[in-house]
């Protein structure tokens, strides 16, 4: 089993890259993640950039690095109540063509952390949907880490409760994940 991990912060340091590192943490063995690097040179959504003879590379890298993994794990701050409008980009790239997306019937989570106690509460539940809308198979429950900036101690989330509930959540994927492939 492989896990794509988008992460909507591009900046170096972030919480939310430490977030996606002690979600990875808790992979079954036998699982690999590969965190999608190029999110911050996809092009914004354009119906006229949606065709073969234009689809930016960074496009298609995105929508085959999709198909080709078992899994979506979402990695959101909140920006203004909401996700990060990288996130949103990457879920509207992988939603077409229409009909044929690599997102369609994927086993989807969602996790976060923010500066503020809210813990991304808004941009998590804005990521179920927009999932969900664009036919993903997402895990309704997300884990959300908030005052992130005192949250990580050497890469692990110091608040050994909410650790285990981000073990749970992973756990649970990696359970979606299997189901899926026994129903296949
Ligand atoms: C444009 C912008 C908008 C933000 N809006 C919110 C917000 O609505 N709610 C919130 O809790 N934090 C907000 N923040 C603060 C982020 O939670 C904080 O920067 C967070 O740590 C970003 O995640 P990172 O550490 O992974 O970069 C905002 C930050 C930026 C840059």
């Given amino acids: 089993m492989n896990v ?37 040179d996809l092009a914004h959504y354009s119906e006229e950039l949606d065709h073969d003879d ?3 590379q960074v496009a298609r890298d995105l929508r085959e690095a999709v198909a080709d993994h078992d899994a979506v794990l979402l990695v959101t ?14 879920v509207d790239w992988v939603s077409r063509p229409r009909g044929a997306s690599s997102i369609a019937g994927k086993p989807a989570a969602v996790i976060g952390a923010s500066g503020s106690p809210r813990a991304a509460q808004w941009a998590r539940e804005d990521g179920v949907k927009v999932l969900k809308v664009a036919g993903a198979e997402v895990i309704e429950d997300t884990v959300g880490v908030g ?37 296949a």
Avoid: I, W
């Avoid at 701050?77 to 990457?90: D, F, I, T």
């Fill in 4 to 40: 794509l991990v988008l992460v909507g912060s591009l900046r170096a340091g972030s919480t939310n890259r430490q977030l996606a590192d002690a979600a990875v943490a808790h992979l079954p063995e036998g699982t690999s993640a590969t965190v999608f690097e190029q999110l911050a």
């Fill in 54 to 56: 234009a689809l930016p």
């Fill in 77 to 90: 701050p909140e920006y203004n109540g909401s996700l990060p409008s990288a996130l949103k980009n990457a």
């Fill in 147 to 183: 005052s992130a900036f005192q949250a990580f101690e050497e890469g692990r989330l110091s608040d050994g409760e909410l650790d285990a509930a981000l073990g749970d959540l992973v756990g649970r994927l990696a359970t979606q994940v299997r189901r899926a492939r026994t129903a």
